[in-house]
Each structure stands twice: as C-alpha cells, then as structure tokens.
C-alpha cells in the first residue's frame, strides 16, 4: 500500500487543522491505521490510530483535541485537530500495517511522507 499525506499548514495557536492521508491498493480496509508526529530533535510518536474494525485509540496529549476517522470508500484516513499549541509543530506521518499493535513506530511498515504543520504561538 502507498500513502499520500496532505493538509499540513501555519497555523496560530487556538487554531484548526485536518490532515488526510489518501492510500493506494485495494486492500485498505484490512490495515489498521495510524497518525504520527515527529518533531526536530525528537523521536517520532504516536498520535492516534485507528484499526480496521474502527477502534480508535489516541496518546493522552492529544485526547479531546484530535480525531482520527476514516472513509474507506475513499481509502483516506483524516486526522481533525483541533485547539493546536506550539508543542503539536511536527511533522507529521499516517502510517499502515495489519500488525494490531496500533501504537508503536516498529509496527507499521507502510509510511506516508510526511506533512508539516507549525503552529505559531
């Protein structure tokens, strides 16, 4: 599967951004799917992921701010982010992989290119 992540921007602090990352392949539905974030100096993290059975799981900075949804008929994972700080600047990547384990940078084999978002303060 290959992944094409876009929506990235400037934003000011307060703000919103929503994120898609389109992939390519028939067999969308059988990955699990998820967003990271990596920024300068800083090892890439997880944000959020959704499995093919549509649950849903987020890291605790980002709970009640984010939401990560899918359209599988469209094969597009979306990440609405919503509240932005400083601390969310990163780049970040939608990854996939039928692994299960939906939270880890090792599980995913497949990985979108990345997206910048800033947000200024």
């Known amino acids: 599967v290959q992944l094409q992540a876009c929506g990235g921007g400037l934003v000011q602090a307060g703000g919103s951004l929503r994120l898609s990352c389109r992939a390519s392949?028939?067999?969308?539905?059988?990955?699990?799917m998820g967003w990271f974030r990596q920024a300068p100096g800083k090892e890439r993290e997880f944000v959020a992921g959704?499995?093919?059975?549509?649950?849903?799981w987020y890291a605790d900075s980002v709970k009640g701010r984010f939401t990560i949804s899918r359209d599988f008929a469209m094969k597009t994972v979306y990440l609405q982010m919503n509240s932005l700080g400083p601390g969310d600047s990163a780049v970040y990547y939608c990854?996939?992989?039928?692994?299960?384990?939906?939270?880890?940078?090792?599980?995913?084999?497949?990985w979108g290119q990345g997206t910048q978002v800033t947000v200024s303060s």
């Open positions: 990854a996939a992989d039928r692994s299960g384990v939906y939270n880890s940078v090792q599980s995913y084999r497949y």
């Open positions: 392949g028939r067999t969308f539905r059988w990955y699990d």
């Open positions: 959704m499995s093919r059975n549509t649950d849903i």
